[in-house]
T-cell receptor, first 118, second 114 residues
Framework: GAVVSQHPSWVICKSGTSVKIECRSLDFQATTMFWYRQFPKQSLMLMATSNEGSKATYEQGVEKDKFLINHASLTLSTLTVTSAHPEDSSFYIC??????????????FGSGTRLTVV | GENVEQHPSTLSVQEGDSAVIKCTYSDSASNYFPWYKQELGKGPQLIIDIRSNVGEKKDQRIAVTLNKTAKHFSLHITETQPEDSAVYFCAASIGGTSYGKLTFGQGTILTVHP
């Protein structure tokens, strides 16, 4: 089945530094990858959608200069939280899809990254 | 945009009982409705999904029903077990040759008591 690997699973960083999170589709080529943010006891909120080789589309209210997304290949997307602050502490989750026309598979989610900014 | 409402927010059942979680959606163009189970500290795991050309789908103890006219869909878990305890999310998207973005419901915390 479709597998998405997300790293790191947790990270602690100092305020003002940048953190990069990787999302890889291991056994399929992902036409589209999504990045979500989830606060404790809340639902997943979509931050941005990225397609390989093109700029990411950010949801309203998400700062694109703060949350840099790069989808350099069909198997890798990265999210970089720049100049992180304590309010950026959250659970970040990626998802990848290969599209309906490439067979079933829907959306496959990574295991998430717990970011804590101190 | 799409809006997905999910109820109840918490659900407590005894082992062996059935559990039902309901969702409504607003965009009639949505045609793909997955359900996810999320355990603490992990990403969501797909448990079942349904497309708008189907009214019901079943996989062992889990079933999903869809009413396109009323724009609501439900998750049914029979013979619940303690390991079914988790947070469950419904979602909706407009699929096609490429998947559109998912909109999630608020989540339901299911607790199955032994």
């Amino acid at each position: 089945g479709a597998v998405v690997s997300q790293h790191p699973s947790w990270v602690i960083c100092k305020s003002g530094t940048s953190v990069k999170i990787e999302c890889r589709s291991l056994d399929f080529q992902a036409t589209t990858m999504f990045w979500y943010r989830q606060f404790p006891k809340q639902s997943l909120m979509l931050m941005a959608t990225s397609n390989e080789g093109s700029k990411a589309t950010y949801e309203q209210g998400v700062e694109k200069d703060k949350f840099l997304i790069n989808h350099a290949s069909l198997t890798l997307s990265t999210l970089t939280v720049t100049s992180a602050h304590p309010e950026d502490s959250s659970f970040y989750i990626c998802s990848a899809t290969r599209g309906f026309d490439r067979g079933s598979g829907g959306y496959t989610f990574g295991s998430g990254t717990r970011l804590t900014v101190v | 945009g799409e809006n997905v409402e999910q109820h109840p927010s918490t659900l407590s059942v005894q082992e062996g009982d059935s559990a039902v979680i309901k969702c409504t959606y607003s965009d009639s163009a949505s045609n793909y409705f997955p359900w996810y189970k999320q355990e603490l500290g992990k990403g969501p795991q797909l448990i079942i999904d349904i497309r708008s050309n189907v009214g019901e789908k079943k996989d062992q103890r889990i079933a999903v029903t869809l009413n396109k006219t009323a724009k609501h869909f439900s998750l049914h878990i029979t013979e619940t077990q303690p390991e079914d305890s988790a947070v469950y999310f419904c979602a909706a998207s407009i699929g096609g040759t490429s998947y559109g973005k998912l909109t999630f419901g608020q989540g339901t915390i299911l607790t199955v008591h032994p």
